[in-house]
C-alpha cells in the first residue's frame, strides 16, 4: 500500500467485455484510493464504468470480462490476482455489497433470518443459534420492528424499504472493511430514501466502515459523500472533497452534471443540457472522450487526452482547460454562483483559523 | 401566462374514485374521491410516493380504467359517456401518452416510422405514401431525431433516443393534451434535462396541455404551472408550484419535500427531515379539498380549518 490511510488503491485498472460486437473498452485506465472511514461517492451516467468497477473490486465481473492491466491493492494482496475462491473468503466478508434493487436480491424461498445469519455461520462458523442471536441484533440496529417475529418471515412480507433494510444487515452482519453500495436508494421513494441513507451514515459511524457510493443522483452525493470522483466513458475525469466537486468544478462534464439537475430554485424557460450521448465504448474516440459534447472543448481535445492537473492537494481533474496554455473559458453561469461561494466558503475556514490563531498567541502571553 | 378562468378548463376530475376488486377482501381503493381541473396550456404536476395513486389517475383520465364512480370531463364531455365512433377516435386524437418505461412501450418488431405513423393511419390523416413519410419525417426532426432513422428499429436507439420516438407517437395525431406519466424518470441526468427542454418547447409551439406525473419533485417543481400532491390515493394539497415549495400548508407535503436530496453540500449537511405520521389521516374526520387561498386548495376537516389558516398567514408574514 502506498498510504497508510487507504484501505484500499485501485492503479490503472483497465477492463474490456468481448461481445459479437467487438471489443467494448468499459474501464479505460481508472486508479482511486478509498481511506479508511470514509464514503468515496462515484458518479457518472450508465455506461460510464462505475458499475464495473466495483464489480471488479468484488471479482463479481461476467465472464466475457477480460482484465487489461492494473491493480487492485486491499491490505497488500492485489484482488486481481486472486482465485475464485479466494475472492470467495473475501467477498461478504471484508468487502460487502448493497445492490440496487431491494426486490430482486433477497431470496425469496429463505426467510429473512436465516439470509442474515448466512455470513456469519459461512465466513466466522458460527454456530447456527449465536448466528441467529446476531442476525437478531442486527435486525434491530437496522430498525426492522418487532424483530423476533419478524425474523421468520420471508422477504415478500416486507416493503421495498424493509427489505432494503434486511440487505444492509446482510452486508454489514461481519463488519466489513469496505462497503459498495451500488444505487442502494434509487428504486425507494424519497422519504424512504432519506430514512436508508441516515441509516447508512449511522452505521457507519458505528462500524466504522468504507463505504464505496454508486450513484448518479448528485443531491444524494452531496449528503453522503466525503470525497466525489466523477467518471466519463470509463475514466476518472475529476476527482475531490465533497465541497470542491459541488462549490469549484473544474471539468465540463462535473459543469454539465450539476447544471442538468434542477434544483428548487431553477427557474427559467430551458434546462442547461448536454447535447448529444456518450461515446459508444466499440471505438473510443481519440483524445478528450467529452469533447464531441463539450461546448469548452479545445482544438487539442480531438488529438490528445489531457491528463490530471491539480487543483488542490485533494482536487484533480483532467482538461485542458486547467493547461497554462490554454485560453481563458468563462464556465457556465450557474457554476460561476458555485464558485462564489465556494471563496465564501474557504475563507470563512480562513478566518476561523486565524481566529484560533491569535486566540492561541493570547493564551501564551 | 395561463388564463385560470372557468371558460378555460379543458380537464374537470370530480370526485373520481377507482376501486379494484371491488367488494372482494382483496379490493384496493387506489383512488379514493380526487378532484381537480387542469386548463388550457398549463402543466399538471402530479407527486406522490409508490402506491399513491398517481399513475392510476393517469390511466383513468385516458379511460384506461371505467371509473368505479365520479366523473372526468374533457373538453366539456364525460369520458364514460362516449358511444359512437366518431367519439372516441376524436378524443383518443385530442388525448395522448407518453410512457415511462421507453424500453417496453416501443414494439421491437416495428420499424419506427411504422410506430410514429400508426395513429396517422388509424385517424386517415395522410393522404398518400408520400405524405405519409413526410409527416413522420417531420415529426422526427421535431422531436430531435434524423429523417434517416425511420427505418430502424427501436433496439438500435438509446433510451432517452427512444423516449423521443414516444414523444413522436403522441404528437403525430395533433393531440391537445398529453399525458406523461414519469417520462425521465429511467433516463441518464443529463438526458432527462435534453427531454425536459424538448416537453416545455413542444408545449411552447404547439399549446399543449400538460398533466406530468412524477416522483422527482426537483423536476416537477421546474416544469409545473401547478402541482397535486397525492397520498393513500387522496388528494391532499393544490397550489402552484412556486407557492406549493415556499408554503407547504399540509404536514404531508412539508415531509414530501424536507426528504428531496439537494446537490448542495452545505444544505444536506444542515437538512432536517420532517417525519409525518400518516395516522392522522385515518381518524374518521370527514375531509375535503377546500379553497383556503386563491388557488390554494388543501385536504382538511372543518376543526382543521383554522390551524391552516393561522399556518398561511405566519408563512406569508415570513414572506414580507
Redesign the interface.
Known amino acids: 500500500m502506498e498510504n497508510d490511510k487507504n484501505i484500499l488503491e485501485v492503479r490503472n485498472l483497465k477492463i474490456n467485455f468481448n461481445t459479437y460486437a467487438g471489443t467494448v473498452k468499459a474501464i479505460r485506465d481508472v486508479s482511486f484510493d478509498l481511506r479508511k472511514g470514509e464514503t468515496l461517492a462515484i458518479v457518472g ?2 455506461g460510464s464504468g462505475k458499475t464495473v468497477t466495483t464489480r471488479s473490486i468484488m471479482g463479481l465481473n461476467s465472464p466475457n470480462a477480460v482484465i487489461d492491466g492494473g491493480t487492485i491493492m486491499f491490505k497488500n494482496q492485489d484482488l486481481l490476482k486472486k482465485t475464485r475462491k479466494q475472492m470467495d473468503e473475501i467477498r461478504g466478508n471484508d468487502i460487502a455489497e448493497i445492490f440496487q434493487d431491494p426486490m430482486t436480491s433477497l431470496d425469496p424461498t429463505m426467510k429473512i433470518g436465516k439470509q442474515i445469519a448466512e455470513p456469519l455461520i459461512i465466513h466466522k462458523g458460527m454456530k447456527r443459534e449465536k448466528a441467529y442471536a446476531q442476525a437478531l441484533e442486527m435486525m434491530k440496529l437496522v430498525g426492522i420492528e418487532n424483530a423476533e417475529q419478524r425474523i421468520n418471515n420471508y422477504p415478500h412480507q416486507f416493503s ?1 424499504g424493509m427489505r432494503q433494510r434486511i440487505v444492509i444487515a446482510i452486508a454489514l452482519v461481519n463488519y466489513p472493511e469496505i462497503l459498495i453500495a451500488d444505487e442502494p436508494t434509487t428504486a425507494l ?7 436508508i ?2 441509516l447508512m451514515k449511522e452505521l457507519q459511524a458505528k462500524i466504522n466502515t468504507s463505504i464505496i457510493f454508486i450513484t ?8 453522503m459523500a466525503d470525497r466525489v470522483a466523477v467518471m466519463y466513458a470509463g475514466k476518472i475525469v475529476e476527482y475531490g472533497t ?2 470542491e466537486i ?2 469549484n468544478p473544474k471539468h465540463p462534464y462535473t459543469w ?9 430554485d ?2 427559467g ?7 448529444g ?1 456518450p461515446p459508444d465504448l466499440l471505438d473510443p474516440p481519440k483524445g478528450d472522450a467529452f469533447a464531441a459534447r463539450n461546448k469548452y472543448a479545445l482544438e487539442i481535445d480531438t488529438k490528445q487526452e489531457p491528463p490530471f492537473f491539480k487543483v488542490s492537494d485533494t482536487h484533480y481533474a483532467a482538461t485542458w482547460l486547467l493547461d497554462p496554455r490554454a485560453p481563458k473559458m468563462t464556465p457556465p453561469e450557474q457554476i460561476i454562483e458555485r464558485q462564489k461561494h465556494y471563496a465564501k ?1 474557504t475563507h470563512k475556514t480562513i478566518d476561523q483559523h486565524k481566529d484560533t490563531h491569535v486566540e492561541e498567541q493570547e493564551e501564551q502571553l | 401566462m395561463i388564463d385560470y378562468s372557468e371558460k378555460n378548463k379543458v380537464l374537470q376530475v370530480e370526485h373520481l374514485k377507482q376501486y379494484f376488486n371491488q367488494g372482494k377482501p382483496n379490493e384496493v381503493r387506489a383512488v379514493d374521491d380526487i378532484s381537480f381541473d387542469v386548463y388550457k396550456g398549463e402543466t399538471f404536476g402530479l407527486v406522490g410516493e409508490s402506491g399513491s395513486g398517481k399513475t392510476t389517475v393517469g390511466r383513468a383520465i385516458i379511460h384506461l380504467y371505467e371509473p368505479t364512480s365520479g366523473k372526468i370531463i374533457f373538453d366539456g364531455q364525460d369520458v364514460s359517456k362516449l358511444r359512437t365512433k366518431q367519439q372516441k377516435q376524436h378524443f383518443r386524437r385530442e388525448m395522448q401518452m407518453i410512457f415511462q418505461d421507453p424500453y417496453a412501450s416501443l414494439n421491437p418488431r416495428m420499424k419506427v416510422k411504422d410506430i410514429v405513423a400508426e395513429g396517422i393511419d388509424i385517424n386517415h390523416l395522410a393522404k398518400d405514401d408520400a405524405d405519409r413519410t413526410h409527416q413522420v419525417e417531420e415529426l422526427l426532426e421535431t422531436v430531435g431525431l434524423n429523417k434517416d432513422h425511420s427505418s430502424r428499429y427501436p433496439h438500435e436507439f438509446s433510451g432517452g433516443q427512444r423516449q423521443r420516438i414516444g414523444i413522436a407517437r403522441a404528437l403525430a395525431v395533433q393531440p391537445q393534451f398529453i399525458i406523461a406519466d414519469e417520462p425521465i424518470s429511467a433516463l441518464d441526468v443529463s438526458i432527462q434535462a435534453q427531454v425536459v427542454n424538448l416537453l416545455k418547447k413542444l408545449q411552447r409551439d404547439r399549446n399543449l396541455t400538460y398533466l406530468f406525473i412524477a416522483h422527482d419533485l426537483s423536476m416537477v417543481k421546474y416544469i409545473s404551472d401547478r402541482i397535486g400532491v397525492m397520498h393513500y390515493g387522496r388528494m391532499l394539497e393544490i397550489a402552484s408550484s412556486d407557492e406549493i415549495y415556499a408554503h407547504p400548508l399540509h404536514d404531508y407535503t412539508a415531509s414530501l419535500l424536507s426528504a428531496v436530496p439537494v446537490p448542495d453540500p452545505e444544505y444536506e449537511r444542515a437538512r432536517v427531515q420532517i417525519p409525518y405520521d400518516a395516522s392522522k389521516e385515518f381518524d374518521g374526520k370527514p375531509r375535503k379539498l377546500v379553497e383556503i387561498a386563491p388557488h390554494h386548495w388543501i385536504r382538511a376537516s372543518e376543526d382543521e380549518l383554522p390551524m391552516y389558516q393561522k399556518r398561511l398567514e405566519e408563512k406569508s408574514r415570513v414572506k414580507k
Open positions: 451516467e450508465s421495498g421513494d424519497v422519504t424512504i430514501q432519506a430514512q441513507l441516515d448518479h443522483d448528485l443531491g444524494v452525493v452531496a449528503g465533497v465541497d459541488f462549490y454539465g452534471l450539476l447544471n442538468s439537475m434542477p434544483t428548487m431553477t427557474t424557460t430551458e434546462l442547461p443540457s448536454i447535447p450521448t466558503l
